[in-house]
């Protein structure tokens, strides 16, 4: 795959993940969108931005969910966000919204709702 | 079956990658000595002065090469690409070699330049802008605009004034003749200066040809209307870099650096290098001492980034309103619409 074919992959990758940021998005919808095949999706991803279109397309969901949890009122919990962005594994999903931001869901729900945030636990 | 041998530079053995269980050709940690068979490698992650070939690499100012200063770049942009590689969940060599990684590298250099009271820290983003995005289109929003006037020395005796045959020209070509178009789909194609030409005549794009007349240039047609009607569909949000002129041969040139820096704010120098001195005295080849001087003269003065390319001789100080605005929204202050 020679740069310009990766970089029309990416480019049209990222427009149609532009033009849906509020829903969650296949990994078929973005070889559609890119006219190309998984594999060579994959290929581009990693040589551009290092990770593959599927943990792409998570970091994407868990920015999403940190997005709402800022915007947060009394009645948003995390559980609802988390399910709502496919995240049905809380467990792996604090897990992972920990390692990516160095906080718990949690913590950015409390600096959300306008309030300190948790106490970290030791 | 063959034996194992030590490697011929650092004598490790090879070692047996394990993520995809292959043979690496050459030791990790003998991979950054040699550039030449780990070129990606290499290129994506500078630590050093480097060149496109067209002019021998600057070396970097003593402050730049004390050992201090260059242990605490490389420590940030390790430090950055370890972050970064472990919160995103991706290998540290994969990383590394994705241009995410080179994006980190120069992040952290520009970091340690502006620490070290060098040029750098241009554009000041949040620790958390490498993973929000809304963090970062706070900071990078907005539609990049390059305003990049070329100007072309050409010799106008060259053997690219000579127009071919309209039978002798592509399909394409005879139909943008049959449609209207310029006549310069007939230069000649084997020129430099034909290709530059044809090539750089764009939609969008201001372009001023010159010609010479012994050894003065002498300009033969100047498009500036394409060129003001984008200046005026500027709205004070865009990024705006002004390249200053220097061709260094013509006399005066070289001093006429610094009135440029000091009237306007010039963040590069262009020249075209494409003539050699056969075409005239003003020719140069680009690793003679003329252009040599045009970058040591550039990197002493003001630090700017020399390099190959084109001039903007035209900046008018009526345009230097926009460019206010676009230091403003750079700096960080609210631009003021004027």
Partial sequence: MGPGERWRVVRQAEEYLEGHRDAPV???????????????????????????????????????????????????????????????????????????????????LSVGRGGLPAAQPA | MAARRPHRRCGQRRARLASGGRRSKVPFSCALTEPSRWTHFVARNPSDCRSSSTAPPTANSSRCRSAPRRGHARALAREAIDEA????????????????????????????????????????????????????QVALGGDEFIFDVQLHHVNPQGAWRQERRPERV?????????????????????????????????????????????????????????????????????????????????????????????????????????????????????????????VHRARAQARRAPHRGAQGPAVRPARLRVLERARHRASGQAPSRT
Wanted: glycine share 8%; net charge positive; with cysteine.
């Fill in chain 1, 26 to 108: 296949r990994i078929d919808d973005l070889c559609v969108a890119a006219c190309t095949s998984l594999s060579r999706l994959e290929r581009a991803f990693r040589e551009v931005f290092g990770v593959s279109p599927h943990r792409m397309l998570m970091l994407r969901r868990l920015a999403a969910v940190r997005r709402e949890l800022l915007r947060a009122d009394a009645e948003t919990s995390v559980t609802d966000v988390a399910t709502r962005w496919g995240f049905f594994h809380l467990g792996r999903f604090s897990q992972d919204y920990r390692l990516l931001y160095g906080e718990r869901p949690s913590q950015t």
């Fill in chain 2, 85 to 136: 590689a472990r919160r995103l969940g991706a290998s540290r060599r994969g990383y590394l070699q994705s241009l995410l990684g080179a994006a980190a590298t120069l992040a952290a250099f520009n970091r340690a330049f502006a620490a070290a009271g060098q040029r750098g820290g241009h554009y000041v983003l949040p620790a958390e802008a490498a993973f929000e995005p809304a963090a970062a």
């Fill in chain 2, 170 to 294: 592509s399909r394409h070509a005879q139909q943008q003749l049959r449609q209207g178009r310029p006549r310069r789909v007939l230069l000649q194609r084997r020129t430099a200066e034909g290709r530059v030409l044809r090539q750089r005549h764009r939609d969008g794009r201001a372009v001023a040809c010159a010609g010479w007349h012994g050894d003065q240039p002498a300009r033969l047609r100047c498009r500036r209307a394409p060129r003001a009607a984008a200046a005026n569909a500027l709205d004070g949000t865009e990024r705006l870099l002004l390249h200053g002129r220097c061709m260094p041969t013509l006399p005066g040139e070289i001093d006429g650096m610094d009135a440029q820096i000091a009237q306007f704010p010039v963040a590069a120098f262009k020249t075209y290098t494409q003539f050699g001195p056969r075409d005239g005295a003003a020719g140069f080849y680009p690793r003679r001492r003329p252009l040599r001087h045009a």
